[in-house]
Antibody, heavy 117, light 106 residues
Framework: EVQLVQSGAEVKKSGESLKISCQGS????????VAWVRQMPGKGLEWMGT????????RYSLPFQGQVTISADTSISTAYLEWSSLKASDTAVYYC??????????WGQGTLVTVSS | AIQLTQSPSSLSASVGDRVTITCRASQGFGSALAWYQQKPGKPPKLLIY???TLEKWVPSRFSGRGSGTDFSLTISSLQPEDFATYSC?????????FGGGTKVEI
C-alpha cells in the first residue's frame, strides 16, 4: 500500500526540542519530494518546506527558514521535521505530503504537537 | 509569494444544491492549481489538479475551472458526504501556497 505514516502526538514545553517523522512505503520514496505542512488550530494549510530524500536537498518557506529543519534518511524511507526550541505558537497539526509535479497527492495522517508555556 | 483568497469562507447548503467556491490569486499563473477536501480530524485529500483534472476517487459532480487569477470548484449536486472544508493550492512557483479554506455545511 502506498502510504505515509507519521509519528504520534507529542506534548512538550516551550524551549524543548522535538523531531517528528514520516515514513513512506509502497513507492520510490527516495525520488519524490516530501513536504511538511502546518495546520494551526482552526486555520488553513501552510507549506513549511520540503526535502528530496535522494540528495537531502531542502527548501523552506521564508517564515519557517531557520525555525525548523527538514531532513530525510533514505535507509529507512523517513522524512523528519525538527525544532531545536519549541514555542507555544508551534502548537499545530503537522502533515507530511508527497509532492508530485505541482500538487500533493499523498498525505500522512498528521501529528499533533502541543506546546505549553 | 502568490496569495490565494477563497470565497466564501463558509457556506450552508442543502442536499442537491449546486455549490461554487472561488479562489482568486494575487497574480496570474498557468495551470498549477489544485483543490483539496478535508474532513474534521483527517488529512487533506487531493480532489482536483491541473485546474480541472479529477483524482480517480472523485465523483463527476465535482468540477474545476479557471485561468489567470480566477479559479473555481463546483459541486453540481451536493451530497451529505461532501460536508468538508475545501482548499485551493497553487504551485506555479516556490513557495506553494494554499487558500484559507471554505467550509461547506450541509
Amino acid at each position: 500500500e502506498v502510504q505515509l505514516v507519521q509519528s504520534g502526538a507529542e506534548v512538550k514545553k516551550s524551549g524543548e526540542s522535538l523531531k517528528i517523522s514520516c515514513q513512506g512505503s509502497g513507492y520510490s520514496f527516495n525520488n519524490q519530494w516530501v513536504a511538511w505542512v502546518r495546520q494551526m488550530p482552526g486555520k488553513g494549510l501552510e507549506w513549511m518546506g520540503t526535502v528530496y530524500p535522494a540528495n537531502s536537498e531542502s527548501r523552506y518557506s521564508l517564515p519557517f527558514q531557520g525555525q525548523v529543519t527538514i531532513s530525510a534518511d533514505t535507509s529507512i524511507s523517513t522524512a523528519y521535521l525538527e525544532w531545536s526550541s519549541l514555542k507555544a505558537s508551534d502548537t499545530a497539526v503537522y502533515y507530511c505530503a508527497r509532492e508530485t509535479r505541482y500538487f500533493f497527492d499523498l498525505w500522512g495522517q498528521g501529528t499533533l504537537v502541543t506546546v505549553s508555556s | 509569494a502568490i496569495q490565494l483568497t477563497q470565497s466564501p469562507s463558509s457556506l450552508s447548503a442543502s442536499v442537491g444544491d449546486r455549490v461554487t467556491i472561488t479562489c482568486r490569486a494575487s497574480q496570474g499563473f498557468g495551470s498549477a492549481l489544485a483543490w483539496y477536501q478535508q474532513k474534521p480530524g483527517k488529512p487533506p485529500k487531493l480532489l482536483i489538479y491541473d485546474v480541472s483534472t479529477l483524482e480517480k476517487w472523485v465523483p463527476s459532480r465535482f468540477s474545476g475551472r479557471g485561468s489567470g487569477t480566477d479559479f473555481s470548484l463546483t459541486i453540481s449536486s451536493l451530497q451529505p458526504e461532501d460536508f468538508a472544508t475545501y482548499s485551493c493550492q497553487q504551485f506555479n512557483s516556490y513557495p506553494p501556497t494554499f487558500g484559507g479554506g471554505t467550509k461547506v455545511e450541509i
